[in-house]
């Protein structure tokens, strides 16, 4: 028996045998080739980006990390290094891709920043997909995962949370890496306890060792004897039911001090996501991005069945709670495989959510007709993205009504009562906000695209990004204005953005007049226990404030001040 001590990634404790790791070798055959073979290089590496561009736009959906990756995969700095060293050097692609690999980290390495640095394991995972895909080598490190297995790694990359079966999971051992990984976030998420970044003590380790980690008391011991694994398993079971405790008061409705009740919902685009939502007390789901399931489908349009299956599973998994379904929001920085558009110098400002539908009406009402089917099954509430007019939303509206007539004729049910609302993501639409609140049932403001409409900051572009702040006073005035305009006919706010989540916001929101927040299940937990300290009348107060400023910093000071009369 051995024992180490090491630093906590994610709570929690597990008992169970080691699954190490082992990486086929797909290290590159480098060698130089002859100038007639230099396009058919160029062209392996082209095609393994455009393969990996499919599959990472579909993880993409909602997932900043991989929308990152796809960001990598798209630079042109990348596929620019590759070119120079298959052209310049006569180097074969492989060889290209991992010097240039090579290149890019040891730049991002000699920077101070933290974050930047950390890119690099973002920038290595991406290369060694590409990798994968030229040499059609598909390793799955994963294979012959058994279930209760605590994994055993040298690194683990966010494209291995995808291929790894996470239920058979029970705790996650690396050398290196650490809390604020991508991994370190599935784990806290999933409750799989984790040690990430033991570095020295990894050699100790092997596959097959029965480990107890205790990732409570930061404690390793390998190949412990039968008492003291019975001691373990109290102690774990004992730690179970704490933490099926801390759930179930998760699914008690969240309610501020002085008793308003606000709906903590999670975002969602498969119906597993679902499932997990409702796990962590969700009081429903507020965004179900539909698209993902039109970017899963590979050659053609979903039909009008496969869709209405897809809705219907996700509706029912919600246990009678509310489902906003969003129609089809493709375009922007999403793209669907089997319908290729021309490239768009502004693809934000492009074709993208309602205006393709619209365009496209025969593919937006098969979408609508499943949606109401599906609405027979459960709560259903649909909402209309990207809108910049009344005309879009009545456009819109009508194509409902259209399919609705056209249900009623074939004698096929659906809910008469179903709401129908906009979200607010486009200034446009904030400045109309008092006629669209007129003639929807609830708004759900976007907070991802009002920042980057109202800021002109492009969101997935790196070197902008920062400007993208939704404290930016213009931000915080818009939101106000949606928040008035859609209390004149009582209709309900619902906030869906990435600040929905954001735990130093929760308050300020509350005080804005948010009716819901819609956010990743994780922080559902977290944020319905926020609420609980909330008091609307110093959220108001707060709120009244902040409307005052004019500066971005002078917002943050208020709300950290804020922050420390909470937490007392
Ligand atoms: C948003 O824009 O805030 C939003 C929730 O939608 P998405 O991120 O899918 O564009
Ligand atoms: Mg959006």
Redo the contacts with the bound molecule.
Sequence with gaps: MEKFSFHISAEGIALGKLYQVKRANIAPQGYIIPDQEKEREKKRFTEAVENLSVSLQQLA??NQIFAAHLEILKDPALTESVFSKIEGENKNAELSLQEAQEEICSLFQGIEDDYLKGRTTDIKDVCSRIMREMTGLSDNPFDGLEKGAIVLAEDLFPSDTVQMDLGRVIGLITRYGGPTSHVGIISRSRGIPAALGIGDKYPILSHGDFVIMDALNNELIINPDESLINQYRDKASGYARKRAGVLKESGEPARTRDGKQIHVMA?AGSVDEVVQAMEYGADGIG?F?SELLFMQSKDSFPGEDTQFTAYRKAIEACKGKSITI?TL?IG?DKSLPYYPVEKEDNPFLGWRGIRFCLDKKEVFKVQLRALLRASAFGRLKIMF?MVISMEELRAAKGLLEDCKQELDREGIGYDKTMETGV?I?TPAAVMLAEELAGEVDFFS??????V?YTLAVDRTNRRVSHLGNAFHPAVVRSVKMIVEAAAKYQRPVSL???LAGDTGATQILVGMGIDSLSLSFVTVPEIKQIIRKTDMNRGRELAAKIYQKATIAEVHALLEENKNKIDN
């Design positions: 959906v909602g975002n965004l991005r969003r929001d922007g993205p979200m993501e403001i976007g907070t991802n695209d009002l980057q869906c953005g990435e």
